[in-house]
């Protein structure tokens, strides 16, 4: 089975999330949650480990009071900068897990697999219905 199968479309009057998770790395949150504790993302906007998702024990990582919480993936929300949210606002992401080093940071690093943002550009009618915005670190 492909991991990057897509889920069923949703009913008309359901948000459309803005980020998604494959099985792959839906299986991969799990292993770091079980290991880790409560986790968090945060889209990465380059410089040493590129443009990835990393992925932190929660309390590890301070979430700015401007970031953008996108939603959640296998439990862990997700955020970005406002900057990196202005490219990426038309854009559903989908994290994925490869083969590679994870970044330096990143909870997965040295377990040969990465977490991966892949992204489709959404429909004008998902864009009617995207589930709603959060700013800062979930209370």
């Known amino acids: ?13 359901e948000s459309i999330p803005r980020v998604l998770a ?4 839906l299986t991969l949150i799990a292993t770091l949650t079980a290991e880790h504790g409560k986790l968090l993302f ?9 443009s990835s998702p ?4 929660q309390g590890d990582y301070i979430v700015g009071d401007r970031d953008v919480r996108m939603g959640e993936i296998g439990g862990a ?7 990196q949210f202005e490219y990426w606002q038309h854009t559903q992401l989908i994290i994925d897990v490869v083969p590679g ?39």
């Open 22 to 25: 494959t099985e792959a790395a």
């Open 54 to 57: 990393m992925c932190y024990a």
């Open 77 to 83: 929300p997700f955020y970005m900068s406002p900057s």
């Open 42 to 50: 945060h889209q990465s906007g380059g410089c040493c480990d590129g």
């Open 1 to 13: 089975m492909d991991t990057l199968t897509a889920a069923p479309a949703p009913p008309a009057t």
């Open 101 to 139: 080093r994870g970044g330096m940071f990143s909870l997965e690093n040295g377990r040969d697999q990465r977490f991966l943002t892949r992204s489709r550009l959404f429909t004008d009618d998902e864009l009617e219905r995207l589930a709603p915005l959060a700013f800062g670190a979930a209370d």
